[in-house]
């Protein structure tokens, strides 16, 4: 790449304020060629002000000035900047600033920007280049995955556009893969009477038996619809049986290999969520067997423990839940709606589905589970249950095939002269 070369506009300089401006033209690349292959530049400016008293000494300074420029450029280029380390250098401005799970989610999806772009220069990064790197990811990641790196690069360039690093973002040219609408993999009705069976138990019990709680902690996920990070993050002080109210307020994040407390996902995952009766009488033997077990470890029960974690304090990994429940599932051979085994985040789909299928206003759902809106919510569960749309089609041709009323049919008189 040419380094610029920088003319002093119209020749000449001009009154401002209380000296005289100047301006060189220069031209930088778009990153887009024409049809011969020739690129395609854009022309750009540069001022700079000179507080002298006339108008020969601000143009012999302009004039100077422009040479400097031109010297400079001709010294050579400063080792060109790469794509990955401009990356790299934009995650670690985001750390403090943003949730560590959050930068441990952009380091990962970082790693696929490295391989395909990490070594061209950050100037000459076209779109055409970035749309290839993209068809290349999608042979091996699904369209979400693709798109998510996407989303990163294009962050990236932005705070390299707005830092003047590049003369506009290239990922803006570019489009994002198609996704197809992922349905939810909910739990039949058969399958949540096979599952709630196999839970079944006595009160849960505390001292050496972890599955007990991580068992509680796959009933709240189908009770109530919360994300793990959320019942791993759920302390007895947000529990109250007596009027029936879950609070959540924080969640168990990953960095990494690490877990670590939270807030919650978004400003409405802060919700307050009604415990439904089964599970009021769940939580309270839970609660019991856990004051029992630090009465027999000779330490005080505390509001702050957690309701899934141990009597010394310690929450449970979300990772732990999720293949609590992955093992139950492959134990019972359980199937969702999609014709696969279901997830741990698939309860929160059950839930959800069911709510729906029952009656339950979306805006409810919506509040319960913690999206941003309704329409989140809509958008999702508006079809993940086919009986309830066969329900509407009867209701409505019952409609249509309605006996007609009678109606009585009154005869109109003019009352003056017709037109």
Same mark, same amino acid.
């Given at each position: ?65 422009? &040479? ?23 995650? $670690? ?25 990490? /070594? ?19 042979? &091996?990641? @699904? ?57 079944? /138990? ?29 019942? $791993? ?24 290999? /690490? ?34 077990? $630090? ?18 304090? /310690? ?48 805006? @409810? ?55």
């Amino acid at each position: 790449m040419t380094e610029p070369k920088y003319t002093l506009k119209g020749g000449t300089v001009y009154a401002f304020r209380d000296g005289w401006r100047a301006r060189a033209t220069y031209r930088t690349p778009t990153g887009e060629y024409t049809e011969d292959g020739q690129p395609v530049t854009r022309l750009r400016e540069k001022s700079r002000v000179f507080k002298v008293g006339g108008k020969r000494e601000a143009k012999r300074l302009a004039a100077e000035w422009v &040479d400097e420029l031109n010297e400079n450029a001709e010294a050579g280029p400063r080792p060109a900047e790469t794509v990955a380390e401009y990356v790299d250098a934009f995650i $670690c401005s985001k750390e403090g600033r943003v949730e560590k799970s959050t930068t441990a989610g952009y380091r990962r999806r970082a790693k696929y920007i490295h391989e395909g772009l990490g /070594s061209v220069p950050l100037i000459d990064l076209t779109p055409d280049m970035i749309t290839s790197w993209m068809n290349r990811l999608s042979k &091996d990641l @699904s369209p979400a995955s693709v798109n998510d790196a996407r989303v990163l690069l294009k962050s990236a360039m932005q705070d390299a556009y707005l830092n003047r690093r590049i003369p506009f973002n290239p990922v803006d040219r570019t489009k994002k893969l198609k996704t197809p609408k992922k349905e939810p993999n909910a739990l039949g009705q058969a399958e949540i009477a096979r599952l709630i069976q196999d839970l079944a /138990s006595p009160a849960p019990a505390v001292s050496g038996n972890e599955s007990a709680a991580l068992k509680l902690g796959i009933i709240i996920a189908l009770f109530t619809g919360m994300r793990q990070g959320e019942i $791993c993050g759920l302390r007895w002080r947000n529990v109250d049986t007596s009027n029936g109210i879950i609070r959540v307020r924080e969640a168990v994040g990953r960095d990494g290999d /690490s877990s670590y407390i939270k807030e919650p996902k978004t400003g409405g995952s802060r919700r307050e969520i009604p415990i439904p009766a089964p599970l009021v009488e769940l939580l309270e033997q839970r609660r019991r067997a856990m004051k029992a077990g $630090c009465l027999e470890a000779g330490v005080s029960f505390d509001a702050r423990m957690f309701v899934i974690g141990e009597i010394d304090g /310690s929450f449970a990994d979300p990772r732990h839940l999720y293949r609590a429940f992955d093992r139950r599932v492959k134990r019972l051979n359980l199937i969702g709606t999609q014709g696969k085994p279901p997830t741990f985040h698939d309860l929160r789909h059950t839930f959800a589905t069911k709510a729906i299928a029952n009656g339950v206003d979306v805006k @409810s759902v919506s509040s319960i589970l913690g999206h941003a809106n309704a329409a989140m919510t809509l958008n999702i569960y508006a079809s993940a249950d086919p009986d309830a749309t066969r329900r509407a089609m009867d209701a409505v041709a019952k409609t249509m095939t309605a006996p007609t009323p009678t109606a009585e049919v009154l005869e109109l008189k003019p009352t003056g002269t017709e037109a």
